[in-house]
């Protein structure tokens, strides 16, 4: 990470710098937990048949009522000690047991990545990340990737929505295309995401969190086509799979509804409390972004979402994005 003046103000903020990643590195994975005793042991079997064998995981149980506890017990016994750490969460909520998880790491964290209590990740899962993070020419970046959607049984795959827009500060504002479970940050992304992480108070998700901060820092996303994991549907998922009609549909009414208004308060809110980690370009965005949301003039407030370049992944959602923008719910 390096400095940049802010030539407008004369204040000094973090980015992210240029240069090459190399080796094997140790990734630190952060998985939440709550009574996920059900699905529990196929993801931590998957976790320890990973290819890149230099992993370490903390479980934050949210106060299961479950087994889960025992699950990760008797895990935990099966490795030396201090390669996998179970702790107690705040239990307030998934956001919040993740953001803690975070802020509880060191400054400078290594690589780190995000689990989800309930998939099964393919054995490639961080040795692809790592490789194409490793192959990229920025030193600050982010690894994410679709996923197998599958029924709760792991049956009938289908692949992720894809992603034909490139991921950026511009789209990360308004839409989040990093799934917190398929996530990988190298070292210099991570650290960047513990220091800003312990200047907030919260956030409507922990990935779409990572997803700004990582582009609004300067970093890079890298995002692949090629799917990592098993992403189990079932009625206990916290948030769940965006990818059918029905969903998109769903997604699209709530940002009509005015719950897309409240998402954006809260993230604009971390936003400016983390504002020291972002760059002079990034910052005037959300300055932006906030000063559109105020405009009384709905053909004022599309004419500033335009200059602004916001933009969602399709069609549909960019329609209704400009449809938050003239009617105030943005």
């Given at each position: 990470m390096k400095s940049m003046q802010d030539i407008s103000s004369g204040?000094?903020?973090a980015v992210c710098d240029?240069?090459?990643?190399?080796g094997e590195p140790v990734v630190t994975i952060l998985m939440g937990v709550y009574n996920g005793g059900l699905y529990l042991e196929a993801q931590l079997e998957s976790i320890a048949a990973q290819s890149h064998v230099n992993w370490r995981l903390i479980a934050s149980d949210d106060g299961s009522s479950d087994s889960s506890h025992v699950v990760l017990a008797n895990f935990a016994q099966r490795f030396e000690q201090g390669r996998v750490e179970i702790r107690q969460g705040p239990r307030c909520g998934f956001a919040q047991n993740y953001l803690a998880m975070i802020r509880d790491l060191s400054p400078n964290p290594g690589w780190i990545a995000f689990a989800d209590q309930d998939d099964v990740w393919l054995p490639h899962r961080l040795s692809s990340g790592v490789a194409a993070l490793n192959a990229s020419s920025a030193q600050c970046a982010i690894h994410c990737s679709r996923s197998w959607i599958t029924r709760q049984d792991l049956s009938e795959r289908r692949l992720s929505a894809s992603r034909?827009?490139?991921p950026s500060f511009r789209n990360a504002l308004v839409q989040n295309i990093a799934s917190g479970n398929t996530i990988l940050a190298n070292g210099e992304a991570a650290g960047v995401i513990v220091a800003a992480t312990r200047q907030i108070e919260t956030v409507v998700a922990h990935d779409w969190w990572v997803y700004q901060i990582a582009?609004?820092?300067g970093g890079v996303v890298v995002h692949e086509d090629a799917p990592g994991?098993?992403?189990r549907q079932h009625d206990e998922n916290a948030i769940g799979a965006n990818d059918s009609v029905r969903a998109r549909m769903h997604r699209i009414k709530m940002m009509l509804s005015g719950k897309f208004r409240e998402w954006n308060e809260v993230?604009?809110?971390?936003l400016e409390q983390a504002s020291d980690y972002l760059t002079p370009e990034s910052y005037a965005l959300v300055q932006g972004m906030a000063q559109l949301r105020k405009d009384p003039s709905p053909l004022s407030r599309l004419a500033a979402l335009r200059a602004l370049g916001l933009y969602r992944q399709t069609l549909p959602s960019q329609i209704a994005l400009r449809l938050s923008a003239l009617l105030g719910k943005m």
């Open positions: 204040t000094s903020v240029e240069r090459p990643s190399q034909p827009k490139p582009t609004g820092c994991l098993l992403y993230n604009l809110t971390a």
